[in-house]
């Protein structure tokens, strides 16, 4: 049955278009269709009780976008049920490589909720303008007071969690000039172990950051600014119960700065040109694990330059952009055992051989307004990657399982797409089609004795890779008035020359109690498709009711099941917002997972469903805005796991919040 809704819905039409997208109100523009998480303090716009709770919360509630969840920190986010070696993530436009060979470190971890304003969500070959990729892009915007405000104003912000007790502090700074603003924030987070819904102690799941944002920007003439910007995020002490190790020490530099002119003719519209650097740090260690076979450190080391230039135009009934990109990268992994034995030697390997990642790439977008109903959204671009492996030791280390392998491979990527939108009225129907490809990723490719606690097994990367293609399908019907919005999606994906780990004979892992070692291959295809429903509906003024269901199957060419599928999910929220006042209430679950993995360690995550509460109340005096906001998620103390659960560790169990955001605004006096 499911199998047929999904069908049904995918058959119902093509598109990649957004969660925030209403219908048009100007058809003589044509308008670029994306997909928008906003991310506010603001109670009635936003989908998330807990106004201060991580990113993580904030991308779950998006219906393409899975967590994988391996404690209570730094969930690894995939797009449409692909890994995130098949996605680009960035922020602000930057690429950022993670330097944990484990996952621990994506690159949504290093910003927070308090300096974001938006993730913008591309599906598919749409999201190529940053990288190659199969499965779309995630760009984490943040927020931005801008020029000509004249106000200054600052916000501090203060959130308790009682489960795992996190303590939140933090404020934010914005001063705006016509000429220049400035914006500060910065956050403090600190958490103990969580509890289950049994009410047990989930041992190592604790962690503490900090995290500061700055950003300033020069307006040099009526057309023209520059802007530079900063983050630097220090994350400490953190606990993964799913995983053998933890983390000591989770360190991002984040650096950028851009030029942007405006209104450069009557054709072209705006020109932005971005540089920028990042410098990753992450050390993975066990010394607070009591009992372990042989103490391991693996630190890792992921170093980024880059820029890119983007030109927006309109002529006609077209509306289009250029973005060109380059970028290098640096990833160093390394690890050193520690017998437990004095006696005994300390043993190292290179687990990322010091490779050397030099990318750039060519980006063109086009929006054509056939007619005032029917929009044609185009694209296309090409990409130049090499691969070079630095360390002399490295390579000589996989040429004992690829003797004839280079250290230098060159590789050209392409993609192109077209997407076809009709929208009488109220409705609005799209249907598109596109391919993409991707080079493998750096574990992929290089990785060497990489373990994986999910199946067990020490896994080998595979120079002689080729790159996986891509043909994807994904449509859209909407339907939206005063009451009423509806929308099915369905997106298709058939990937060519599958990266895959696979069971090689004869090799003898490096992990005490692994049990065997798996070496990246390619598998003729894979199929993977996705589903969801979303609808709303206003009962009365200020009382609305909203509903979703997703649904996720991955399969290879012989019928293997695809790990980390969601299975048929749902979700019912409740919401009353009134003058000052606003509450919700919500029920998410799913059923059982029927479709898993034994091949790569799954077990079926059985059903659930857990009830939350929240409310809020905002009120000002005299020049001070006070916003409270408290409730509880897991209201009934449900103990559940779900399919993206790492190792299927329990969720959290009951959990009361409470946050408290103190504003105040002070206009400034213009200068003559």
Not at 172 to 177: E, P, T
């Amino acid at each position: 049955m499911k199998q047929l809704v999904c069908c049904a819905l995918l058959l119902s039409g093509l598109s990649s278009t957004g969660q925030t997208v209403s219908a048009q109100k100007d058809s003589t523009k044509v308008q670029e269709l994306t997909e928008v998480i906003v991310i506010s303090r603001q109670a009635s716009r936003n989908k998330n009780s807990n106004l201060l709770s991580t990113l993580d919360q904030y991308l779950s509630s998006h219906e393409q976008v899975d967590l994988i969840k391996r404690g209570a920190y730094a969930w690894e986010p995939m797009l449409n049920g692909l890994s995130s070696e098949r996605s680009v993530i960035t922020i602000d436009g930057m690429r950022i490589y993670g330097a944990c060979t484990d996952k621990m470190d994506p690159v949504s971890s290093y910003v927070e909720t308090t300096n974001l304003s938006r993730a913008d969500v591309k599906n598919g070959q749409a999201g190529n303008a940053h990288g190659a990729s199969i499965g779309g892009s995630l760009d984490l915007v943040r927020k931005k007071s801008g020029f000509g405000n004249n106000r200054f104003s600052t916000h501090l912000f203060s959130g308790f969690e009682f489960n795992n007790r996190q303590r939140m502090l933090g404020t934010d700074l914005q001063y705006s000039r016509s000429r220049w603003y400035t914006d500060l924030d910065f956050t403090i987070r600190k958490a103990g172990n969580y509890r289950d819904g049994k009410n047990q102690e989930i041992s190592y799941s604790q962690f503490s950051k900090f995290n500061l944002s700055a950003a300033t920007g020069y307006k040099l003439n009526e057309h023209a600014q520059v802007e530079a910007s900063v983050i630097y995020d220090d994350a400490r002490d953190i606990g993964y119960p799913a995983l053998p190790m933890d983390v000591s020490s989770a360190k991002a530099v984040i650096a950028s700065l851009a030029y942007t002119r405006h209104h450069l003719s009557n054709t072209w519209q705006e020109w932005e040109t971005k540089i920028y650097h990042n410098k990753v740090t992450h050390v993975m260690d066990d010394t607070k694990r009591p009992v372990v076979p042989i103490r391991m450190d693996m630190p890792g080391w992921s170093t980024t330059t880059g820029m890119y230039s983007r030109i927006e135009g309109e002529s006609s009934s077209h509306q289009f952009k250029l973005t060109a990109s380059a970028h290098h990268n640096r990833s160093l992994a390394e690890m050193t055992m520690y017998p437990n034995d004095p006696n005994e030697k300390e043993m190292f390997m290179l687990t990322w051989p010091d490779v050397h990642t030099w990318y750039a790439g060519l980006f063109a977008e086009d929006n054509f307004q056939l007619h005032r109903k029917w929009t044609l959204n185009s694209s296309a671009g090409v990409a130049f990657q090499q691969n070079q492996l630095k360390d002399e030791a490295g390579v000589k280390t996989l040429q004992i399982f690829y003797p004839d392998m280079q250290s230098v491979k060159n590789r050209l990527l392409k993609n192109f797409g077209s997407s076809l939108q009709y929208q009488p009225g109220s409705w609005r129907f799209s249907m598109g089609a596109s391919y993409s490809e991707r080079a493998p990723g750096v574990s992929e490719g290089y990785g060497f004795y990489l373990f994986n606690s999910f199946d067990r097994f020490d896994y080998i990367g595979n120079p002689g890779l080729k790159n996986e293609q891509s043909i994807s399908l994904n449509g859209t019907i909407a339907f939206a008035n005063d009451r009423l919005s509806l929308k099915g999606q369905g997106n298709w994906f058939h990937i060519r020359r599958y990266i895959v780990g696979m069971p090689a004979s004869g090799l003898i892992p490096m992990t005490i109690g692994a049990s065997g070692i798996k070496i990246y291959e390619q598998v003729p295809f894979a199929t993977i498709y996705s589903a969801s429903l979303n609808a709303s509906y206003g009962i009365v003024s200020g009382l609305s009711v909203s509903a979703k269901a997703i649904y996720r199957r991955g399969f290879t060419n012989e019928q293997l099941d695809l790990p980390m599928m969601q299975p048929l999910s749902y979700g019912v929220r409740l919401q009353y917002a009134s003058n000052a006042f606003s509450a919700e209430a919500s029920m998410d679950g799913a059923v059982k997972q029927s479709k898993f993995s034994p091949l790569f360690g799954e077990t079926a995550a059985p059903a659930y469903t857990i009830a939350s509460l929240g409310a809020g109340y905002q009120f000002k005096w005299k020049k001070n805005t006070f916003q409270v906001r408290g409730g509880v998620d897991n209201l009934f103390n449900r103990y559940y796991t779900t399919f993206a659960d790492w190792n299927r560790i329990p969720r959290m169990g009951r959990n009361l919040f409470l946050n408290l955001i103190i504003g105040f605004s002070e206009p400034l006096k213009a200068r003559l």
